[in-house]
């Protein structure tokens, strides 16, 4: 199988606060990792490509001072949303495409929720 | 630039029905993927397949069969005799190639409702 998992599933914070969310490929390794957004009754948008060992690449009209994505290994991606605004809330998933694979393949997302 | 275009925001059925879902996309590229993935209410998306543009065989898994058509740069997805369970968002989806990352430009997506 191809599993991904992303921790926490749901987290409720104040404006402010910043937040990390993790992202796990858990039997295969990912060279690649993907963090998407998702707003009610939408399509995921991209956020950044995040490659391991090196920068993320940010899509257009991404703030990467205010999304911080570090893939320090093959199988781990973190997001870290700072001084979290009721804005950013939404529902955020990663994705990891396997080695030599064109497939990504999809954590089960994160709500946050900023008050 | 990459797009994908799922005309249908939502199809309601009853159960037992068949239901197609089309999805159009635009890509310079000769090389590419095509993918089908259904969101269920609980969030997580669900991989279904993956075409690329070089087999324009359709198929057919279980109750889910795709068509492809490069001429009219189409992938269309047909669930056949649906099922509650079949309740969900289907996103169309298209992979740039390797060079540019592989990342995937979503439709947005089709709601089905498969009414008991």
């Known amino acids: 199988g191809a599993v991904v998992s992303q921790h926490p599933s749901r987290v409720i914070c104040k404006s402010g606060t910043s937040v990390k969310i993790e992202c796990r490929s858990l039997d295969f390794q990912a060279t690649t990792m993907f963090w998407y957004r998702q707003f009610p009754k939408q399509s995921l948008m991209l956020m950044a490509t995040s490659n391991e060992g090196s920068k993320a690449t940010y899509e257009q009209g991404v703030e990467k001072d205010k999304f911080l994505i570090n893939h320090a290994s093959l199988t781990l991606s973190t997001l870290t949303v700072t001084s979290a605004h009721p804005e950013d809330s939404s529902f955020y998933i990663c994705s990891a495409r396997r080695a030599n694979t064109d497939t990504q393949y999809f954590g089960p997302g994160t709500r946050l929720t900023v008050l | 630039a990459q797009k994908v275009t799922q005309a249908q925001t939502e199809i309601s059925v009853v159960e037992k029905e068949d239901v197609t879902l089309d999805c159009v996309y635009e890509?310079?590229?000769?090389?590419?993927?095509l993918f089908w993935y259904k969101q269920p209410p609980s969030g997580e998306l669900v991989f279904l397949i993956r075409?690329?543009?070089?087999?324009?065989q359709n198929e057919i898994s279980g109750r889910y069969s795709w068509n492809f058509q490069k001429s009219t740069s189409s992938f269309n997805f047909t669930i056949t005799a649906s099922q509650v369970v079949d309740s969900a968002v289907y996103f169309c989806?298209?992979?740039?190639?390797?060079?540019?990352?592989?990342?995937?430009?979503f439709g947005g997506g089709t709601r089905v409702l498969v009414k008991p």
């Open positions: 890509t310079r590229d000769t090389t590419y993927y």
């Open positions: 989806a298209l992979s740039e190639t390797k060079a540019a990352g592989n990342k995937l430009t």
């Open positions: 075409r690329n543009s070089f087999d324009e």
